[in-house]
C-alpha cells in the first residue's frame, strides 16, 4: 500500500513496484488508506509506505489509527518524508515506524528497494 498525495509520486512509485512484480494499492489520503484497510477482512498489505504529510493527517495520527486495531498494526509501516526533525523521527518509532527516509537523500529506485525488503513477491498475472 503507497499512501501519497502528490499524484505525480504515487503514479511512479505504483509504476516502479509493479514493473517489480508486485500487488500496489494506491491510495491519495490516509482516509483513503484507512477505508481499504477496514474493508480487508484478510490479505492486509505487507508494507505501508506513508507520506508523513498528507492532506488529511500527518504520519502520526495515522500511526495512531494503525495502532488501534491489532492486525494493523503489525503492518511494516516507512515514512517517507520532506523533512526529519529528530523529535519527529523519534515519535514515529516509538509509534511503530520500521523506517523514515528522507526524500531529499535517497532517489525513487533507492527507495523501491527499501520498500522491497519488506515484501513478499506476488506474480502479477
Known amino acids: 500500500m503507497v499512501v501519497e ?5 504515487l503514479e511512479a512509485i ?8 508486485y500487488d500496489v494499492l ?3 489520503s490516509a482516509g483513503q488508506a484507512v477505508d481499504y484497510l477496514k474493508n480487508m477482512k484478510e490479505n492486509l498489505p505487507d508494507v505501508i509506505w506513508l507520506d508523513y504529510y498528507l492532506t488529511d493527517m ?3 495520527e495515522f ?4 495502532g ?5 498494526k503489525r503492518i511494516p509501516v516507512i515514512v517517507v518524508s520532506n523533512s526529519a526533525s529528530e523529535q519527529k523521527v523519534a515519535a514515529l518509532m516509538k509509534k511503530g515506524v520500521k ?3 528522507l526524500k531529499a537523500d535517497y532517489r525513487l529506485d533507492e527507495i523501491v528497494k ?3 525488503s519488506y515484501l513478499k513477491k506476488v506474480p502479477v498475472r
Request: charged fraction near 30%; include cysteine; hydrophobic fraction near 35%.
Open 26 to 28: 494506491l491510495c491519495t
Open 58 to 60: 500527518n504520519g502520526l
Open 5 to 9: 498525495d502528490e499524484s505525480l509520486l
Open 114 to 116: 527499501i520498500i522491497e
Open 63 to 66: 500511526m495512531d489509527l494503525l
Open 14 to 21: 505504483g509504476k516502479k513496484l509493479q514493473r517489480e512484480g
Open 68 to 72: 488501534k486495531n491489532e492486525n494493523w
Open 99 to 101: 523506517k523514515h527516509i
